[in-house]
């Protein structure tokens, strides 16, 4: 996972699209979600968070929290202990993010026969394998 800008020399109209198509990305990414959920509800830590997050690697927890505080959606509170205690927490922009996914899985909720119901005309009527 790169934290390079992927967006170098393009207009100015171009960079403000890359901007969001970076941010959309990094918010839908595989285990983005539930980290932002977790921190939503108020301080966690490194070991928490890979409890919570189901299949996830401490390497890819690291990288993807590294990458989600880069973006300003976590903060990182480092405690002067031995050993350190690490502490994220959902920032302001974060928390309104959070509002958004909640509203996003309230629509799939509400919409998950239909889907399922259309998927399985689509997979009747086009003979695509079922799954």
Known sequence: ?????????VTAVQARACTVREALDRVGGKWSIGILVAASEGPVRFTELERQVEGISRRMLTLT????ERD????????????????YTATPMALEL??????LT???????TAI?????????EHGAPTG
Not at 1 to 9: D, I, L
Not at 65 to 68: S, V
Not at 106 to 112: F, K
């Open 1 to 9: 996972m790169s934290q390079g800008n992927s967006c170098v020399s």
């Open 65 to 68: 929290l590294r990458n989600l």
């Open 116 to 124: 399922s119901e259309a998927r399985a005309a689509y997979d009747q």
């Open 98 to 103: 959070y509002e958004s996914l909640v509203a």
């Open 72 to 87: 300003g959606l976590l903060h990182r509170k480092v405690y002067p202990t031995v050993p350190p205690k690490v502490e």
């Open 106 to 112: 309230g629509w799939a909720e509400r919409h998950r």
